[in-house]
């Protein structure tokens, strides 16, 4: 993994910090991660063993971070088989958000009657190699034929940022956990200042890859809306296909999405109306006791 360190550790950042500007990075941004786990870690663990050890066992929660050659086949077993979900069905939203809406995304989720899919911007770029998009996501796996829907290396490679298995329960666990100051059932995953830290807001930025402005936090998360309603905003992330991984940082509520068909959406509108949904609940439990 040092040629790998090296080489990244030799990359320029194509932005000055003031420039406000940003490329979510889906696939090399787990590496640096690993890179810092490994040299803070006294067992110099790679990111996938310091999670399931750290965070996954103590919690008694499902995660794998890729599965070797030899590696636990009736667990692969057990897994769904990712299919492939055709994008088609985006460009309506996509040609009506660029030239019929101006590309305001408020008026675009009034007409269709739900938020702008961070795919709009992800599918205009996919197909373009030299978009932030492409250069941020697409090139590497194209490179490397890693398809979740066909390659069966992509579930023997260490990818921390995109080869991680895991099922919704796990997700909503974890997302409980640090909602919940860093502990979940009794058992401490994180210290108070810890989350408090990572929970701290940076400034909103242009991200080049997504197009679109995101305000972030320092864990590397982002502030997400489920609507209108200021207090609605959840903190989290969400992944390739659709699923989300969110908590309230207030309300003591946590949900996640998990699916199986795999294409270039992010923030699915299912996972946004199952959201939705379970913090009205949440609310009117509140309200009646």
């Not at 309506?92 to 989720?109: C, D, I, M, T």
Request: negative net charge; hydrophobic residues 40%.
């Amino acid at each position: 993994m040092q040629d790998l360190d090296d080489v990244l550790a030799a990359q320029p950042a194509n932005w000055a910090y003031e420039e406000k500007r940003q490329a979510y990075h889906c696939l090399m941004g787990g590496y640096y991660v690993d890179a810092l786990v490994r040299r803070v870690d006294p067992q110099h663990r790679h990111v996938r063993q310091f999670i399931a050890d750290e965070i996954a066992t103590p919690l008694g929660v499902e995660f794998y971070g890729g599965f070797g050659k030899n590696e636990d086949k009736a667990t692969l077993s057990r897994m769904s088989r990712q299919y492939r979900w055709p994008s088609y069905h985006l460009f309506p939203r996509v040609l009506s958000w660029s030239f019929v809406f101006g590309q305001n995304e408020k008026l675009y989720e009034r007409f269709w009657g739900e938020p702008l899919p961070v795919d709009a911007a992800v599918l205009l770029g996919v197909n373009n190699a030299s978009s932030a998009m492409s250069k941020a996501c697409m090139n590497h796996m194209r490179a490397l034929d890693l398809d979740p829907t066909k390659s069966e290396l992509f579930w023997q490679v260490e990818g921390p940022a995109f080869a991680a298995k895991a099922n919704s329960h796990t997700l909503a666990k974890i997302a409980a956990m640090v909602g919940h100051g860093g502990e979940i059932g009794g058992v401490r995953i994180l210290k108070p200042e810890t989350v408090r830290l990572l929970s701290e807001h940076l400034d909103e930025r242009f991200d080049e890859a997504l197009g679109r402005r995101m305000l972030m936090l320092k864990g590397g998360f982002k502030v997400w809306s489920a609507s209108e309603d200021e207090d609605a905003q959840f903190v989290g992330w969400g992944g390739n296909g659709g699923s989300v991984i969110l908590w309230h940082p207030t309300k003591d509520i946590a949900v996640s999405y998990v699916m199986n068909g795999m294409n270039n959406r992010m923030f699915d509108p299912r996972a946004t109306a199952l959201v939705l949904s379970t913090y009205h609940s949440a609310l009117a439990s509140t309200a009646k006791d």
